[in-house]
């Protein structure tokens, strides 16, 4: 087995973890959501303990529910459309023109990913009975460049596939 097999199928493993990782975050969100219409206030007090303002803790809380489908649902969309890239390149064709695409999907749930910091920084500002329960929000520059790197690659990828294309027809 070359090196590049022996990467592909460490890296494909990586993923499919990550994808059932995911899938179990989504799941717990989904059920802390249906818990928290159902039982109310009792959810948040067996979730994050009893406490002052429980119905702004409930609330916030419902929020941070929120924020994390969302959060789930851009982490999907990154792990498959990684995961596709790299089955691609396993099978020996990485510059085909999906990939650009997929690529670029991974661009917008970076994307995506990096702007729920703000609702997560007006939960932990707006609700402040929720404690260390909310996240700070902060601002990231590496996950901002990230993304401009990888719309970045995209185009370049599509480029480079057109030219790829070009230089197959002409052999």
Excluded: K
Excluded at 141 to 165: E, I, P, Q, S
């Amino acid at each position: 087995m070359d090196q590049t097999r022996r990467l592909t199928t460490a890296t494909l493993l990586v993923i499919r973890i990550g994808i059932a990782l995911n899938a179990l975050f989504l799941a717990a969100v989904v059920i802390g959501l249906t818990a928290s219409a159902l039982m109310g206030q009792r959810f948040t007090i067996l979730l994050l303990g009893a406490g002052i303002d429980l119905a702004e803790r409930t609330a916030g809380m419902r929020l941070l529910l929120l924020v994390g489908l969302v959060m789930a649902l851009a982490t999907f969309v990154l792990l498959r459309a990684l995961r596709d890239i790299v089955a691609s390149v396993r099978s020996g064709t990485p510059f085909v023109a999906a990939n650009a695409g997929r690529l670029h999907r991974v661009g917008w749930a970076l994307l995506a990913l990096q702007l729920l910091d703000l609702p997560c920084a007006l939960i932990a500002r707006g609700y402040p009975s929720l404690g260390d329960a909310a996240p700070a929000g902060g601002v990231s520059l590496g996950g901002w460049m990230a993304v401009l790197m990888v719309f970045v690659l995209a185009r370049v990828f599509a480029a480079g596939t057109v030219m790829h294309d070009e230089l197959e027809g002409t052999v």
